[in-house]
């Protein structure tokens, strides 16, 4: 079983990722959170294998919580999920250690597919991420703030 945690600031959007995710076999929704704060308590405390990571929560920068994310000790791989997936936010998203991004609107089995590479470390087009050496650069404290 792959676990998924899912980070978006909009309630309908996380719950639908939540629902989607629980309905593929083999994939399990170990929770959700709206702040980056409430992120990295849940994958302290729930451990998952991947993290679907909304690009912008609000008036926070989702690219900073990948950051921080992959800080954290034996840290999930993560998938960046935004509206409005193009090449400069697909790069942004790997230099950030993520790895890759994927739009809202993509199809499902395609969703699946990138979780279960993601959770096998490679990226949604079938490469190989670079490290997540990248991630050590910016930050973000664990409320949000830069």
């Known amino acids: 079983m792959i676990r998924v945690l899912v ?23 170990v929770g959700s959170a ?7 308590e ?13 690009a912008r929560l609000g008036e926070y920068d989702g690219i900073a919580l990948v950051r921080s994310i992959l ?18 936010l697909e790069r942004v998203a790997v230099e950030a250690g993520a790895h890759g991004a994927v739009d809202k609107g993509t199809a499902l089995p395609e969703l699946f597919d990138a979780i279960r590479l993601a959770a096998r470390g490679a990226a949604p087009d079938g490469s190989t991420p670079p490290g997540n050496a990248a991630a ?4 973000v404290s664990p409320d949000g703030a830069a």
Request: hydrophobic share 45%.
């Open 7 to 29: 980070i978006d600031d909009h309630p309908v959007v996380r719950a639908g990722l939540e629902a989607v995710v629980r309905s593929e076999p083999g994939l399990i929704a």
């Open 34 to 40: 709206a702040r980056p704060r409430d992120a990295i």
């Open 42 to 54: 849940l994958i302290r405390r729930t451990r998952p294998d991947v993290a679907l990571v909304d």
């Open 71 to 88: 800080r954290e000790p034996a840290p999930p791989a993560v998938l960046v999920v935004s509206g409005n997936v193009d090449s400069g």
């Open 136 to 139: 050590a650069a910016g930050d």
